[in-house]
């Protein structure tokens, strides 16, 4: 079965922290993306890749920073966390973006 | 810039019965796609169903079927014989020429047994 792993389920960081959300696909797919939910703002984009080595800005890409050494690996990186940072963050990857994402199951992370 | 706007934050369904949950988008592309995604109490999203913008026939899962009117630029999911399971969030989705999924803000369904 095809997955997307996400590191960590719960994660609860410090103010000032930097923050490290780990990403693995298995599928061998080109793009990855980091998303945010939060309640009634649905899914904004953070950051996305569509090869190694290679990243773009997103919708809402601020305080962010990405890696993505290996394909099948995309991390999200928090500077320095602060509490707006508080959310669910989800990771996807898709072989051509218009046949859709597969989710990873998401991090729900809290800066205190 | 595209956008997808999904009018009801939340809906309700009796078991058993039949249920159509509304998404608008706009766009001045001509060739996209267009998704509904299943967010259960698990968090783990799930694709349900997929449109292609050039295709008449509207796309069908089971018991999940869309209406795309695409002059009106309307997406709607309709859910014959709603189940317990079929309680979620949903989010409609744009795909286009930008390589990435635009999604609207998610309807939360509940159903009552």
Redo the contacts between chains.
Sequence with gaps: DVKVTQSSRYLVKRTGEKVFLECVQDMDHE?M?W?RQDP????R?IY?S?DVKMKEK?DIPEGYSVSREKKERFSLILESASTNQTS?Y?C?SSLV?????T????TRLTVV | AQTVTQSQPEMSVQEAETVTLSCTYDTSESDYYLFWYKQPPSRQMILVIRQEAYKQQNATENRFSVNFQKAAKSFSLKISDSQLGDAAMYFCAYGGSQGNLIFGKGTKLSVKP
Excluded at chain 1, 103 to 106: K, L, P, Q
């Design positions: 793009n993306f998303y009634g703002l649905g899914l984009l996305f569509y997103g669910m989800l996807a973006s218009n046949y859709g994402y989710f990873g199951s998401g």
